[in-house]
């Protein structure tokens, strides 16, 4: 309702490389559905066609079935260890700060709150300087 787009980043988080060939075709194709499955069933709406592969891991395979299946894939331009639960609020501020540059895609953990604590300033900060923000979907 207030305009974000939910992704697919599969069920359990598993090295979809490894599951992208003959023997675990249908365990791939598992981890993929069930999300949307799961989301329809929560929402009543198909989810955004956008994939993110865990850990980052991928294969030319694993792009080529996940783009079969309609989805688009993207990573992530900006990390930090972000996802330690004792990262303050300064910290990731300074971090986010750091890392930020046009086109920039942030990996953001919701586990640490450090991150969210951060998250308005960080906005505020960048609009005022210019930037602007929008879905990962509406990248050309």
Known sequence: NNGHSIG???????????????E???????????VEETFREVTGRNMDKIYREPRGEYSLRSLSIIKDLGYSTYFWSSAYK???????????????IERVHNGAIFLLHPTSK???????????KMKNEGYTFDL???IN
Not at 114 to 124: K, S, V
């Open 114 to 124: 450090g991150n969210y604590l951060a998250l308005d300033e960080f906005i505020i």
């Open 8 to 22: 697919n980043h599969t069920a359990n988080h598993m090295s979809m490389p490894n599951l992208a060939n003959k």
């Open 82 to 96: 972000d996802w330690d639960d004792s990262l303050t609020k300064e910290e990731a501020l300074n971090a986010m």
């Open 136 to 138: 990962v979907k509406n």
């Open 24 to 34: 675990n075709f249908q365990k791939y194709l598992d981890e993929i559905i069930s």
